[in-house]
């Protein structure tokens, strides 16, 4: 183990940052926390718990273009296909969009379709390990996990990020990683874990990536005191995370609810939003839209969230989850039936944000209590959740 | 028959790397392309049919000859028809299995891309990522008889495998098509009705919802024609595909008449978006239209949410 | 117990018990005493979690919007604030809710916490929040405590509010809290917006907006935001607004917003409430309630028999001068 002293962060940054860009829980003159390109000198937050969305924007993009087309002229360069994850440009120069947009409605005019996939390297420093273990589960999708697609979109960023992650020292009340599999010391899915001791943070490689992060000369060998107290500090956090709900049977009980009426009264209070979706660390699901501007374009893929009222609404009218309990209903049962049930694991990790960010606090701990556990014959003019 | 891959529950669960997908292990199907599912291949139309009023039928080919080469695929699957600048949507491939020259797409003008598609002309350039999703299940059903029920547009999803079981005819047992439309305008595909109707080998009904001037054939709804029809379930596969609302006293029917939820057979059509199972519009439950469908059978179906 | 409060219960008490309505809406604790959440009361026995207090800010007659009730055709009884029942006016006046289907208490308010202000004073979590008099006492997890002046803590609409008192109840909780005489906006902060050049309020602006992460919980808290599965800013066909999150489509989106509720709108300040990277979407709404003052006099949601001021045309409105 090693030890990093508090006043040498800044220089270990500031030595990342010379090589990739850093990303880090910096907060807003608003005072609202959110993980925001670092640059040298501004103070990363790691007071407040949890900056207010995960860092899963800095892999999986809430908008990105992943094609551009546009049209050129016979003799120009055609198409390339490309399925590398390079970034590539098309029509970059701005001489030559232009004769393409001038020329882009005549019979001469060759489509070019390229796929855009820019991907630098960077750290995302400080995340939690709820947050880092959201993106592991996010790679089952992305990854052609049990034969399905391989997404080399999300997989480039992925590849060309390492993920150090912080030990959470005050879990809040809303937190629930240990009820999922995790904790607030977790290293899954995390290169390197900083912990925070007297001085600065005991921290472990947890990976090859981390070890060359740890090869810094701001680190120095870890004391025996160090180590005890970074255990401490482990155990501390983990104590004051409450059991939330059972996981038993978890999957088999949303099964058997599916058309309980319970779904409607946990959902009365739900206004329709995607805001818990958004700042979850692993709610994946997007829309491809094409932006087109003076004959080129961009196809571009953007978060989307299945309480989307248009979500899944069908241009003859016809919506297959048209009620505000269907599609609430679709959200506890992804992440704890549905992608179980393709991927062997659970798709939440505990954060909690879905609970703070709710404008009405639906708390998911309630509704997984609720309908994942065996429900008795329910009259249908139950109280809410009581 | 193609292989796909993109079966629910796979075997040998991991992840991939790129290092793995650049080694040539990858899960997509569309042609060279597989390194990136995204990705569509450009085609050119090389015909366009009009087959009712607001449906015309797209015949497609792929620019690259090595991709429109490697193509194959299984009856009753997808593909994701588009245009650049106004997006993508999930057709059936009703084009035989056996038709090398090119894909044919039918198109129901109705909303943003199938509007876009229906000003398209001869020699415009679309993009393609096909095929897509689990096909029928026609080897199994080797040596039984089949029964289609369509209506509408519901058609253009079964030509494929209606194409397929014609074709390997000594591998099937009775064929029967029933199919009805609105009026005789909206009848689809009028060349192959034709054709069945002179074919000794199968049974072809063609029905319309009501009486219309010139028309002479049978008169009624689909699900109505069905119960006069009354076929057997013995050793039989009943397929059906149409406005969900057919589908749904269709379904009926074959229940009040025995077939069991391991003979009934549909596919179904969602609102999808990537089209490989990721970006999570099309599923009902567990299930997603786009990789685990779009064919289902009815046993398969019962085990899902009513959110069809 | 507040007096508010026990009234509240009775009421929602009687309704359900005589079957006026099938359901009551009123606000109860959240997961902790520091918030309260809305509340749906099913049954004359379950009022007693029904609370009201400073927290009590959930303008909850956005649950009796187009495809909230459920099921759709559903008796409902909802407790409205002063800001929530010009909400409820604005959505009667153009016969977006059955005044039919609702039963209406209304609650005098004197003004509601911005917890997030609270919030911010501590690094810890916030868990307890009480009041006693003009005096906010908040606590944390770890049992820090601090004391606060109830004003310096309340909403900016709360402090330059006119409307204290529901302008449309059938039953009233308590008698009205006094009234300010003169009834003329205060502007506070649009005036301070108003004052910046118009390079400084694109920065302002920019600023504000390139959080968004378009997860429309403004807009489905918003009361008077209707359109739902309709609405223009998720619509491909037009393609008004670009779907690409970025500061410029963000604002375009917002902006859509903000004209297609002038009118309805009387900036409850429900939007900004659900933000959760907390724009201030509240200044723009007030922004168009203050062009709407200030060119037709219009103020909206104050009284059932008007119109809103874009679906009526007086020939002395400052447009007809061209």
Known sequence: MKFLAQDKLQAFLGHLAGESRVVAPVKGDDGVVLFRPWSPGTEVELDVLLPKQSAKEFVLRQSETYLRYGYAMEGEAAAQVDDSHEAKVVLDDPAERKAAQDTAVTAHAALVVEPVNDAPAQVIFGLRPCDARGFVQMDNVFGGYGGFYFDPYYNAKREATTLVAVTCRDPRSTCFCTSVQGGPASTEGADVLFTQVEGGFAVEALTDKGETLLASAEFVDAAQAQVLYAETVKETAEARVDAAFDLEGIQEHLRANIEDPGWHDLAMRCISCGTCTYVCPNCYCFNITDEMVEGRGERIRTWDNCFNPSYTLETSGHNPRDTKSNRFRNRFSHKFWYYPEKYDSLLCSGCGRCITHCPTRIDIREVLSVMGSERTAVPATTGEEA | MASTQNTAGGNGKSRLTFADVKAGVTTAAAGTLAGNPYLPQIATIIDIIDETPNIKSFRVRFDDEAVMDALAFDPGQVGQLGIFGVGESTFAINSSCSEKRYLQFSVMKAGEVTSALHELNVGDKVGVRAPMGCGFPVDAWKGKNILYIMGGIGSAALRATISYTLEHREDYGDITILYGARTPLDLTYKYDIEDWQIRKDIDAVITVDRDFPGWEGRVGFVPTVLEEMAPKPANTIAITCGPPIMIKFVLQGLQKMQFTDEQTYTTLEKRMKCGIGICGRCNIGPRYVCVDGPVFSMAELRELPDEM | ?322
Not at chain 3, 63 to 80: Q, S, T, Y
Not at chain 3, 100 to 114: A, N, S, T
Not at chain 3, 265 to 283: F, H, K, N, Q, T
Request: overall charge negative; aromatic content about 8%.
């Open chain 3, 1 to 322: 117990m507040s007096d508010r409060q026990a009234k509240i219960r009775e009421l929602a008490a009687a309704a359900l018990a005589e079957d006026r309505v099938d359901y009551f809406i009123g606000w109860k604790q959240g997961i902790n005493p520091s918030e309260a959440i809305p509340a749906f009361v099913r049954s004359a026995d379950e009022v007693d979690q029904l609370i009201w207090n400073p927290l009590s800010h959930h303008n909850l007659t956005t649950f009796l919007k187009r495809k909230m009730p459920d099921p759709p055709n559903a008796r409902i009884g909802v407790c409205v604030k002063g800001c929530d029942s010009r909400t409820l006016v604005a959505l009667l006046q153009e016969e977006l809710v059955d005044k039919e289907r609702i039963y209406v208490v209304g609650v005098p308010c004197d003004g509601v916490i911005d917890r997030r202000r609270v919030e911010k004073e501590f690094a810890d979590e916030v868990v307890d929040i009480s009041f006693s008099g003009d005096v906010v006492t908040a606590t944390t997890r770890c049992g820090d405590s601090k004391e606060f002046a109830k004003g310096d803590m309340t909403f900016d609409h709360c402090n330059t509010c006119r409307y204290p008192n529901p302008v449309y109840a059938d039953d009233m909780a308590a008698d009205p809290v006094p009234e300010p005489e003169d009834r003329t906006p205060m502007w506070g902060s649009i005036e301070e917006f108003e004052a910046l050049s118009p390079a400084e309020k694109d920065a302002k602006l920019a600023d504000a907006f390139e959080t968004c992460i378009r997860c429309f919980a403004c807009i489905h808290a918003c009361p008077v935001c209707v359109c739902w599965d309709q609405c223009v800013n998720r619509c491909r066909r037009p393609a008004l607004v670009g779907q690409r999150v970025d500061t410029k489509e963000n604002l375009m989106f917002q902006m859509v917003h903000m004209f297609h509720v002038a009118g309805r709108c009387p900036s409850c300040g429900a939007c900004d409430r659900a933000c959760p990277v907390e724009i201030p979407l509240y200044l723009l709404h007030r922004k168009m309630n203050k062009e709407l003052y200030d060119m037709l006099g219009f103020e909206p949601g104050v009284s059932l028999e008007e119109k809103p001021a874009f679906q009526t045309f007086k020939l002395d409105d400052p447009f007809g001068e061209h």
